[in-house]
């Protein structure tokens, strides 16, 4: 990437987040933080960003009581000649968060924001104010394009350790200014109650911040909102949202492990008076639209759907899929005929068509499940699959069927510049697929890309089919299972895109930001 013309998020904003950090009280390891209570709204939730354009962003915050958000824009952070904007009242209905649409903003530059929340019944009674910043999309090539992602936070048992500084992940790729970044679902663990301790390997223990609301499985709205709320506990995580913009997707954890619509779950499970999987996905929805800032979803938007496409200029377009709401049942698998296979009809209709009306050099497809690497499903004690790949190395069956009516597409309507990104499987790899060794061999040849966990346990690396013929050219992942975030095999990926030459560089990197694998791709070039 060519060298930023702006300056550093974290220099920038030195100043400003202290306001923020000075809204939590200490608290006790295992207890969940206090957030000071004034007479005024508080915003200790901090603030995020999202849906970025060359003139337009999505602010969003929460508050402790029902308040008017307010929102400041300035191009320093002195706010000297800020603009103002008035948002929507927040309360208990949205569960006291809400967002403010920005636009007629500046292209190609910095933007500082501040929120303040208003007394509803006395609007000179503002809290403290709560400073973030992005950088608007450039409609220029040369500045070129930098983004992050990965999944998984808090699975496994494994929730904020502030003995061991909490997620720790965000401030390493903090260092690196991304433009955004892009969260691959399992943004919550849902079904993956925290208790106060659990034992490590050496016989030491992990200990978690504890809530109400992640002590059971999440079944009512209130504790969906709840293990929402948990993550934004983390101080690491509410610096990281100030500074980088996020382009969010889901997966099965924010509602229950392995979900399928129409599922409904075994009386065995005792954990789920609830048994209804497509109630308890109507009220995570509703959760993951209040506490994400995205405009498809919300209140009033015509989508209300998770798939979009997010333009960041000439040189990049994300594909952001889902591979749930539409998806099929699990099931071994392997029918030779499945219209509806993991996206739906009609989701896939929309990436075909979107994917031909793209111009951009980079056309990323964001999919919160791998496509070559088997992902089984034991939920319910069958031996079903979970994401695309079956184990079969042969002709495609089951879901493979319409991922490679997807391939075949793009390769017969000229589409270059495809690369798969993904998270999911706890573990990071990079796996290059080419027709020449696969059993399917209608595609042009093509990289994936594999990141995370963020927080949660890690897991050793999947197997591989060979129907689209992956060959795995790098991989970490442990040999056991379950890992804590202790252990290490914590993973983001990152993808620099350069503005003169157009190349795309991903570099795998661990915990602390350590570079494990770097792979370099020419624009408009197949085969490589």
């Known amino acids: 990437?060519?060298?930023?013309?702006?300056?550093?998020?974290?220099?920038?904003?030195?100043?400003?987040?202290?306001?923020?950090?000075?809204?939590?009280?200490?608290?006790?390891?295992?207890?969940?933080?206090?957030?000071?209570?004034?007479?005024?709204?508080?915003?200790?939730?901090?603030?995020?960003?999202?849906?970025?354009?060359?003139?337009?962003?999505?602010?969003?915050?929460?508050?402790?009581?029902?308040?008017?958000?307010?929102?400041?824009?300035?191009?320093?952070?002195?706010?000297?000649?800020?603009?103002?904007?008035?948002?929507?009242?927040?309360?208990?209905?949205?569960?006291?968060?809400?967002?403010?649409?920005?636009?007629?903003?500046?292209?190609?530059?910095?933007?500082?924001?501040?929120?303040?929340?208003?007394?509803?019944?006395?609007?000179?009674?503002?809290?403290?104010?709560?400073?973030?910043?992005?950088?608007?999309?450039?409609?220029?090539?040369?500045?070129?394009?930098r983004f992050l992602w990965s999944g998984d936070l808090a699975g496994q048992g494994w929730g904020i350790n502030p003995e061991l500084g909490g997620y720790r992940i965000y401030d390493a790729m903090a260092r690196l200014d991304p433009d955004f970044f892009l969260c691959s679902g399992d943004n919550i663990y849902a079904d993956g109650p925290l208790t106060a301790t659990q034992a490590l390997p050496d016989g030491t223990l992990w200990r978690n911040v504890t809530t109400e609301e992640k002590s059971k499985v999440a079944e009512t709205l209130a504790e969906f909102r709840g293990n929402f709320r948990y993550n934004l506990l983390d101080e690491n995580l509410r610096r990281f949202n100030a500074q980088v913009p996020s382009v969010i997707q889901w997966d099965d954890h924010e509602v229950r492990n392995n979900w399928y619509p129409g599922e409904v779950i075994a009386d065995t499970d005792a954990r789920y008076t609830e048994k209804s999987v497509d109630v308890l996905a109507g009220r995570a929805r509703r959760a993951f639209s209040e506490y994400f800032p995205i405009s498809t979803l919300r209140p009033g938007a015509e989508e209300g759907r998770v798939h979009r496409v997010v333009r960041h200029g000439p040189l990049l377009d994300v594909f952001v899929l889902d591979m749930r709401t539409y998806r099929n049942a699990n099931s071994p698998d392997d029918q030779t005929v499945d219209p509806q296979g993991i996206l739906g009809a009609e989701q896939l209709e929309w990436l075909k068509r979107e994917l031909s009306r793209s111009r951009a050099v980079w056309k990323v497809i964001a999919a919160d499940m791998p496509l070559g690497l088997v992902v089984p499903d034991t939920t319910e004690g069958r031996a079903n699959i979970e994401a695309v790949a079956q184990g079969d190395p042969g002709a495609p069956l089951g879901r493979e069927l319409q991922i490679a009516e997807l391939l075949r597409y793009i390769k017969h309507r000229r589409i270059t510049g495809t690369v798969w990104l993904t998270a999911d499987v706890h573990h990071t790899s990079a796996q290059h697929y080419q027709p020449s060794r696969a059993a399917f061999g209608d595609f042009e040849p093509f990289w994936e890309f594999v990141s995370g966990p963020l927080n949660a346990g890690a897991f050793p690396a999947s197997a591989l089919d060979d129907t689209f013929g992956p060959e795995r050219v790098f991989v970490k992942a442990p040999t056991a299972s379950n890992v804590s975030p202790a252990g290490g095999y914590q993973f983001f990926g990152e993808v620099d895109i350069d503005g003169g030459s157009g190349e795309l560089t991903v570099r795998l990197r661990e915990q602390d930001g350590t570079v494990l694998f770097t792979k370099v791709l020419q624009p408009g070039r197949v085969g490589q």
């Open 1 to 145: 990437m060519s060298p930023s013309p702006f300056p550093g998020r974290r220099s920038v904003l030195r100043g400003s987040l202290a306001a923020s950090a000075a809204l939590t009280l200490p608290a006790a390891v295992g207890a969940a933080p206090a957030f000071a209570l004034s007479g005024r709204p508080g915003a200790g939730w901090g603030v995020q960003t999202g849906d970025v354009t060359s003139d337009s962003g999505l602010v969003w915050v929460r508050s402790d009581r029902p308040a008017r958000m307010i929102v400041e824009t300035a191009a320093t952070e002195s706010f000297r000649g800020a603009r103002r904007w008035h948002g929507p009242l927040l309360g208990s209905g949205t569960d006291f968060t809400g967002t403010t649409r920005l636009h007629g903003l500046p292209a190609g530059e910095q933007i500082h924001y501040r929120v303040l929340l208003a007394d509803p019944d006395d609007p000179r009674r503002t809290g403290e104010p709560v400073a973030g910043t992005f950088r608007t999309v450039s409609p220029k090539r040369r500045h070129g394009v």
